[in-house]
């Protein structure tokens, strides 16, 4: 379980989140600038909070109070952002095994299978398509043996076709990993596909939480 209690300040911007996570896969679901990647930033230790606390299954990972505020690189958090971050002068195994923790990783091969890219390893990212960079940012994330997984809108850039392809490689993580996910989005039919369980944000506050066909009514417009 996640455990959020906190409030950052970002220029004019005010972000106060107090929830809970709890499913397998989690969407923070919202407008934009609503505080959806500040929030994920929050948890990777990417941005740090005025004051609150996060913990994952019981685990401090900040605590204005105790003065707690574990590094991002020991929070054992798999990230992949919005531009997904690839290294250019890498090819993709290099990219791949990048932050791989020996006793914690998963095998290179699996990972490999289960995003369909073995005929990607020794190409060049430059190479890329936009699809397949999208997989290998996933499996560089799932290469860092992580607790939890933080995907930051990682199909925005995708076209519609693109993103149904996409999707299943998602749904395979959840189902064969068992890893637990946090996936923002603004798209009600990924969240729906993908989520057991729903944080609305708007503006910077929890407007609602629950499972998404509790939710996602035509009450919600978050375009």
């Given at each position: ?170 749904e395979r993580v959840r189902d064969e990993l068992h890893l637990p996910i946090v996936y923002v989005s603004h798209d ?8 057991d369980y729903v944080v609305v944000l708007d503006a910077g506050r929890v407007t609602a939480a629950g499972a998404p066909s509790s939710l ?8």
């Amino acid at each position: 379980m996640i455990e959020l209690d906190i409030q950052l300040t970002q220029g004019t911007f005010r972000l106060e989140v107090s929830a809970k996570f709890n499913g397998k896969a989690t969407a923070i679901f919202g407008p934009s600038g609503a505080g959806k990647t500040t929030t994920l930033d929050a948890i990777a230790g990417l941005r740090t909070p005025d004051r609150g606390a996060i913990t994952i299954d019981g685990r401090p990972l900040f605590s204005s109070a105790g003065r707690i505020n574990v590094p991002t690189h020991q929070r054992h958090v798999g990230y992949v952002p919005q531009d997904v971050a690839l290294f250019p002068h890498m090819n993709v195994r290099r990219n791949l095994l990048y932050g791989r923790h020996p006793g914690t990783s998963p095998p290179l091969e699996r990972v490999v299978s289960m995003l369909e890219i073995e005929s990607l390893v020794d190409r060049e990212v430059g190479a890329l398509s936009g699809g397949e960079r999208q997989r290998v940012a996933l499996g560089r994330a799932l290469m860092s043996g992580p607790s939890l997984l933080l995907l930051d809108e990682p199909l925005a850039a995708v076209d519609v076709p693109l993103r149904r392809r996409i999707l299943p490689y998602l749904e395979r993580v959840r189902d064969e990993l068992h890893l637990p996910i946090v996936y923002v989005s603004h798209d009600r039919d990924e969240v729906q596909r993908l989520a057991d369980y729903v944080v609305v944000l708007d503006a910077g506050r929890v407007t609602a939480a629950g499972a998404p066909s509790s939710l996602l009514g035509s009450n919600l417009h978050p375009e």
